[in-house]
């Protein structure tokens, strides 16, 4: 039997289990009847661009998006690092939304232009049947105008349902914004917009249907008058929270129906005893609670015995018996080290969580054996101290996706970190005295329980740099080399390229001493498609930098997109093939 006997339905089952650029790889242009199949499994499935080649960029753009626009319901479009200048190029084709008559769900991903972000608004009103939309944004100078305005598109969306806005507003939180006026939003998304009560209860007044709220509140007043009106049908809320406990009060006063409430305190804390007092006379209906707040030990003497009036204030019946919420409190019982108590519930229900290697725990569940708590930390920040190491019973971390490290450390590190199955993205922090040896013992270390790792980013210039010569992970695919002072000269970029890992990598951030040294690494690493560089010989300055592109332009195939990154760093970055 043949690939091509096999039925329609089958072939684009068997489709589900190719990436898009395996898929091109592997059936485009073999004939008429699988170009119409790879048109018709886009119809029913997201076209996502993220990490893709630029080659097949082109070539969907050119060749298969043309055809199939009105029939496209999902489409995910990035602006990377490892995709610069998508989404500019994916108007520059001539392609616009008002061609995606029958798109329901949208994902911008990571630009940095304000040019782009007014394009997107106007692009976004021709969408009809827009249901999901999602903007994540990459670097963009703070524009109020911008920032609060684009929220003004929710309102105009008649049939969406779920927004995720990634944007911020100045640090004053000064703002006016209209109300969203919107009966078929349901979920609502502003995680970095920052706002006092005041201008929350006036941006989401007019939401008729909002069940599910993410949002800052940033407001310390402490005197303010409870407010009148109540959010009924508002029943998950996700908040970081600056202010006072009036207002926390005032705010969950205005959410009588709320059954899930994930809370993070920024520099405030609410003991359990005053927890119990807002949710027995406000949220009646709550089911699921979980926080994360700190509090600071004012007895440096005796910290465990300030945790256990911490931990008593939540072993009440109303916290172990009724609901079933147990805390957790993790501290440093080193006297000289910092006062700060981490309180927070369990099950953890927070992606990040950040230990500072010598730690202790201690908590208001009865059974020790509780490792699954702690299934949600996908990004874990560990520092290693020298000091004596304590006991870390009690906790598992087995979901890493994101580790940021510093080396050296020691076994201690394994007690918790059960395994790195799951780790794709490894960045790495050394002690200025660590040698060599030290370190790639540490590093082979993780490579070997790291078998999915993907990228790889270094901070530090260690005192030797052949470390990069010397990986041979079979899956990385992303190196970042731009630490502070790591700065590559011609024969270093030469080994790299010559390097297992120069021949394997497909994304590269680097700082590199001259010019050449691009064309180069460009040049002499096959796999390469994306870099972002920055030249050390050429200043910083907004007219060199566009030297450099135009240079770079008239040395490298017109085929390559090279732009300057909106950034502090001022990057050169190339989208190559």
């Known amino acids: 039997m043949n690939l091509e006997s096999l039925a329609n339905e089958l072939l684009l089952d068997l489709f589900e289990y190719f990436s898009m650029t395996h898929l091109l790889q592997s059936f485009d242009n073999l004939n008429i009847r699988f170009n119409n199949l790879i048109s018709l499994y886009y119809q029913t499935h997201t076209l996502n661009l993220q990490s893709i080649s630029k080659y097949y960029f082109d070539l969907i753009c050119q060749k298969y998006i043309p055809s199939i626009t009105n ?46 972000l007014e394009r997107l608004m106007n692009e976004i009103l021709y969408l009809p049947h827009l249901t999901y939309l999602k903007i994540i944004r990459y670097i963009i100078k703070y524009t109020e105008i911008y920032d609060i305005g684009i929220i003004s598109l929710i309102g105009r969306l008649s049939k969406l349902t779920y927004c995720y806005f990634d944007i911020t507003n100045d640090n004053d939180g000064f703002y006016q914004t209209s109300s969203i006026i919107s009966t078929s939003l349901n979920s609502l998304s502003l995680p970095y917009l920052e706002c006092n009560l005041n201008q929350l209860i006036s941006l989401i007044k007019n939401i008729f249907n909002l069940y599910s709220l993410q949002i800052r509140i940033n407001d310390y007043v402490i005197n303010s008058p409870i407010p009148s009106i109540k959010f009924l049908s508002i029943k998950k809320l996700n908040i970081n929270f600056l202010g006072s406990l009036n207002i926390m009060k005032n705010l969950l006063q205005t959410m009588p129906n709320l059954e899930e409430l994930r809370v993070e305190l920024q520099s405030n804390y609410i003991n359990g005893y005053e927890w119990e007092s807002i949710i027995e006379n406000y949220l009646l209906y709550l089911i699921k609670f979980q926080f994360k707040m700190s509090v600071s030990i004012s007895n440096q003497n005796n910290k465990e015995e300030e945790i256990d009036e911490i931990l008593n204030s939540f072993r009440s019946e109303f916290w172990i018996i009724k609901h079933q919420w147990f805390v957790q409190c993790n501290w440093n019982p080193v006297k000289s080290s910092s006062s700060t108590v981490h309180v927070y519930t369990l099950p953890y ?30 990004n874990l920040y560990y520092n290693y101290l020298s000091s004596q190491n304590l006991s870390l019973s009690r906790m598992e971390l087995r979901n890493i996706r994101h580790l940021d490290i510093t080396i050296p450390f020691d076994n201690s590190f394994w007690l918790i970190v059960s395994t790195l199955n799951r780790l794709q993205s490894l960045s790495i922090v050394s002690y200025n005295d660590m040698n060599s040896i030290d370190i790639q ?7 070997e329980r790291s078998p999915n790792l993907h990228s790889l980013k270094y901070f530090s210039w260690f005192v030797q740099i052949e470390f990069a010569e010397k990986i041979k992970h079979l899956s990385i695919r992303r190196l970042g080399l731009q630490g502070p002072h790591m700065i590559y000269n011609q024969e270093q970029c030469l080994k790299l390229c010559q390097s297992f890992i120069g021949q394997q990598c497909e994304v590269v951030s680097i700082n590199v001493q001259q010019r050449t040294d691009i064309i180069n690494l460009i040049n002499n690493m096959k796999n390469l498609r994306a870099l972002i560089v ?22 490298l195939p017109t ?16 989208w190559i093939r």
């Open 349 to 378: 229900a927070f992606r990040n969580f950040f230990f500072m290697g010598n730690s202790r725990l201690k908590s208001t569940y009865p059974d020790n054996n509780y490792q699954w708590s702690f299934d949600c930390i996908h």
């Open 441 to 447: 013992s540490n590093l082979e270390i993780l490579f």
């Open 71 to 116: 029939r496209i319901n999902s489409l995910q479009l990035s602006d990377d690092d490892d995709t610069p200048q998508q989404i500019h190029l994916f108007f520059s084709y001539g392609l616009s939304f008002r061609h995606f008559s029958h798109l329901k769900s949208l994902s911008i991903y990571r630009f940095c232009s304000l040019n782009l």
């Open 559 to 574: 085929t390559c997109s090279i732009s300057n990154s909106t950034d502090c760093n001022n990057n050169i970055r190339i």
């Open 534 to 555: 920055k030249c050390s010989k050429m200043t910083l300055t907004e007219k060199e930098n566009q030297d450099l592109i135009q240079w770079l332009q008239q040395n």
